[in-house]
């Protein structure tokens, strides 16, 4: 059958209907991937009353039910002693892939040192949304390319699609982090303590490497 379909209507369509056979399949997995977190919530409701909240580990495991992340009890407790504490966790849990927390200072930290600058992320959030319009710009053309017959519809070239489709993604997923770091975390963390004196701070962080010192004429001979 696979061969017939070849025959007439070439390469190019064959993995479009791969895709559309996948569909159903993907489908399935996303609907259960809702279903998970409309259970997680649930147990988050079940969970909160029935214990006392002062237990560090409970009250991590029951903020993951509902906002997927796990963070820390001393940013938990600050945030939902917040007056729109509801929001600030989700906020706040939407751009922890960026920031952790040091377990030894109890201060928080950019994951990456670079973000300590404000322009370093405003920068970052340019590129991740330029190269996102590029990268989506660059896999619709290969896309009608292919489709239509202009380019050969191999496995090269729908692995270089399928590649492309997944950086579009990311670049959108990074900038969308960006952006809603630089709207929520001054807001919700801004007055918590961070390591090298805010989070717009980089000097003497402990989490940069540290330059070597020169060393003089003099002191070499």
């Avoid at 960006?178 to 801004?190: F, Q, Y």
């Amino acid at each position: 059958m696979i061969e017939l379909w070849l025959k007439h209507y070439g390469p190019q369509w064959l993995f479009p209907l791969a895709a559309i056979v996948l569909v159903p399949f993907v489908a399935k997995g996303i609907f259960g991937f809702q279903r998970s977190r409309s259970q997680d919530r649930k147990d988050f409701l079940d969970l909160w009353p029935k214990r006392d909240q002062t237990d560090d580990l409970w009250l991590q495991v029951a903020v993951r039910h509902a906002y997927g992340t796990y963070l820390p009890a001393a940013v938990l407790r600050y945030l939902i002693s917040q007056p729109q504490g509801a929001r600030a966790l989700l906020e706040v849990s939407e751009i922890w892939p960026l920031i952790d927390w040091n377990d030894e200072s109890g201060q928080l930290y950019w994951r990456d040192p670079r973000y300590f600058s404000p322009a370093a992320r405003r920068w970052d959030y340019r590129f991740s949304l330029i190269g996102y319009f590029i990268s989506a710009a660059v896999l619709m053309i290969g896309l009608w390319l292919v489709l239509a017959g202009y380019a050969k519809g191999g496995w090269v070239e729908w692995t270089y699609l399928w590649a492309g489709s997944v950086a579009t993604f990311y670049l959108l997923a990074k900038q969308e982090r960006l952006k809603t770091a630089e709207d929520s975390l001054p807001r919700w963390l801004g007055k918590m303590v961070w390591e090298g004196g805010n989070y717009n701070h980089a000097k003497n962080v402990g989490r940069m490497v540290p330059r070597k010192p020169r060393r003089s004429k003099r002191s070499a001979d």
